[in-house]
T-cell receptor, first 114, second 116 residues
Framework: DAKTTQPTSMDCAEGRAANLPCNHS???????VYWYRQIHSQGPQYIIH???NNETNEMASLIITEDRKSSTLILPHATLRDTAVYYC???????????????FGTGTLLAVQP | GAGVSQSPSNKVTEKGKDVELRCDPI?????LYWYRQSLGQGLEFLIY????????KSGLPSDRFSAERTGGSVSTLTIQRTQQEDSAVYLC??????????????FGSGTRLTVV
């Protein structure tokens, strides 16, 4: 199963772009990269996912390198409410085929500063 | 309902007692997952249900933990003879799976279990 590596914590100034890196050097060709975030005392929230191409939605952009060994989640204009733990996850295969089970690491604590 | 519903939101129990935690997934979602999160820790996978397939129980920490999903909808996680180390937030998630496309899952707000 592909593993991910993220910095433990990051700071970002309010209104600036937050760029959260993730390394997944052992990712397989058919494995997706997912990003979730968890705001204090809440369940994790889906942000975005991608396979090869860069992706953008109303919350964020996902930039995946051409070799797929790393990716960056971009929050274009961070607000105080974006303070959370951000998880980068590679979808794994469990028993019995594709079980879509996500294994969460420790994530990056993003602190948005006023 | 519109989201994943878990009950109770908080549960305090005495060591050695059994507890049941309930999860109502989003209507139509075929897959259901249980995770737990100890204080200050990441999410730990427990068990996964997909349709009528045998559940993936690979994350259950001991035989005191069990889960079932009735009628392909509601799920109950049961912890027997609770121990203090079982204290955690238990999170349920559900997802809709079709072929190889899968957009991740939606989590509930969790049940905070405290064993005293």
């Amino acid at each position: 199963d592909a593993k991910t590596t993220q910095p433990t914590s990051m700071d970002c100034a309010e209104g600036r772009a937050a760029n959260l890196p993730c390394n997944h050097s052992t990712i397989s060709g058919n494995e997706y990269v997912y990003w979730y975030r968890q705001i204090h005392s809440q369940g994790p929230q889906y942000i975005i996912h991608g396979l090869k191409n860069n992706e953008t939605n109303e919350m964020a952009s996902l930039i995946i390198t051409e070799d797929r060994k790393s990716s960056t989640l971009i929050l274009p204009h961070a607000t105080l409410r974006d303070t959370a733990v951000y998880y980068c996850i590679v979808r794994v295969r469990g028993t019995g085929g594709a079980t879509n089970k996500l294994i969460f690491g420790t994530g990056t604590l993003l602190a948005v500063q006023p | 309902g519109a989201g994943v519903s878990q009950s109770p939101s908080n549960k305090v129990t005495e060591k050695g007692k059994d507890v049941e935690l309930r999860c109502d997934p989003i209507s139509g979602h075929t897959a259901l997952y249980w995770y737990r999160q100890s204080l200050g820790q990441g999410l730990e996978f427990l068990i996964y249900f997909q349709g009528n397939s045998a559940p993936d129980k690979s994350g259950l920490p001991s035989d005191r933990f069990s889960a079932e999903r009735t009628g392909g909808s509601v799920s109950t996680l049961t912890i027997q003879r609770t121990q203090q180390e079982d204290s955690a937030v238990y999170l349920c998630a559900s997802s809709w799976v079709t072929g190889m496309e899968w957009n991740g899952y939606t989590f509930g707000s969790g049940t905070r279990l405290t064993v005293v």
